[in-house]
């Protein structure tokens, strides 16, 4: 392995003669360190990856199949691959606004967008929206210059945070419980559980693969989201299924 890079959601292995292995693991897929030599046993192992010190071994769970490899050549293979969204840690304020304004869509799916921002999905978004108060229905183009600084502030935090507890915990070893549920969330995934700032309990609106977890007192005025109005509304702005939505391309 000559280098790793991180690619949205994709992890992108460069080897010998300028090729990557580009990896997206989707909700199933799972990567495992194993003894050098490592052997594939059962059907959900689908590849191994072997290097002096160990094998990097590829399963996915379930029958749906999402998780993808592609080997692919040089800086241009790489960019077949990149939906284009800016990196939150390198980017300005006003940079994340046109962003998430180039098309005026819900928070929730603008964040989630890979087109628009790198590498969040639907567990962060949760987490994001919690910590800067927005509902995750409010419409990009709706937002106020003040709501705009605090959702910038919200996502480079929550994801600072995120990476910084994610990156000690596997320097303890390779991390094999993957998973997008963590007691240390704030919403997501905390349905009917009390809210850590205001005790109401956790909300969820569920429409097609999608899921998510509000606090309706800190983010929506006290409102619970689900109404004719609102399956209308994500009928029009959100994908179907996590295919839908990674396959986007900025046009």
Known sequence: MREL????????????????????LMIAGRLHWRTPGGKLAGRNSLAA??????SLVLTEAGTKHRASLHVLAGEEGLRFVDPGGIDIFTSDLNS?????????????????????VSGIGNAYSDEILHSAQLSPITLTRKLEPQEWERLFAATRHTLEVWV???R??????????VTAFRKEMAVHGRYGQPCPRCGEKIQRIRYADNET????RCQTSGKVLA??????????????TLEELEALKRR
Do not use: M, Q
Not at 96 to 116: G, I, Q, S, V, Y
Not at 168 to 177: I, L, M, S, V, W
Not at 213 to 216: E, I, K, L, R, V
């Open 164 to 166: 910084d507890r994610l």
């Open 96 to 116: 994340f606004r046109d962003a998430l304004t180039f098309e005026n869509r819900t928070l929730k799916r603008a964040l989630t967008d890979p087109r628009l």
């Open 49 to 54: 990856f072997d290097f002096p010190n160990g």
């Open 227 to 240: 109404d004719r109005g609102l399956s209308r509304l994500l009928g029009s702005d959100w994908p179907r």
């Open 168 to 177: 000690r915990e596997a320097e303890a070893g390779f991390p094999e419980k």
């Open 5 to 24: 890079r991180r690619i949205g959601k994709r992890i992108a292995i460069g080897v010998e003669g300028d090729l990557w292995l580009v990896l997206h």
């Open 213 to 216: 977890n509000y606090c309706a």
